[in-house]
Nanobody, 127 residues
Framework: QVHLVESGGGTVQAGGSLRLSCVSS????????MSWFRQSPGKEREFAAS????????YYAESVKGRFTISRDKTKNTLYLQMNNVEPGDTAVYFC????????????????????WGQGTQVTVSS
């Protein structure tokens, strides 16, 4: 079992920065891929970024590439999402998720395969 708890959300002005954290407890994440998804009202949950826990390979949605950075601290069992130059379109509830996959595939850009989810943290970008 993996338990995920996000934090770090809030309100930020367009062009500003925010860092989200996701602390994991339970089993080792060494065979997992971890991701951030986001969901706005009335929209489907959308992929933002992924990282393979063991190999530290990263993957991004085109909409956030160059602005967001996903990283992890293995010693703290914590996943991060550094959000820079945020835009009003980034407003959403952000979720971290874990899937028992050692390597990334495009299938992991959809929510279906994921085994565990956090409760979400709200990010609001004001213009």
């Amino acid at each position: 079992q993996v338990h995920l708890v996000e934090s770090g959300g809030g309100t930020v002005q367009a062009g500003g920065s925010l860092r989200l954290s996701c602390v994991s407890s339970g089993r080792s994440l060494n065979s997992y891929t971890m991701s951030w998804f986001r969901q706005s009202p009335g929209k489907e949950r959308e992929f933002a970024a992924s990282i393979t826990w063991q190999e530290d390979n990263t993957y991004y949605a085109e909409s956030v590439k160059g602005r967001f950075t996903i990283s992890r601290d293995k010693t703290k069992n914590t996943l991060y999402l550094q959000m820079n130059n945020v835009e009003p379109g980034d407003t959403a509830v952000y979720f971290c998720a874990a899937v028992l996959r050692y390597k990334f595939s495009t299938e992991l850009m959809t929510p279906g395969p994921y085994d565990y989810w956090g409760q979400g943290t709200q990010v609001t970008v004001s213009s």
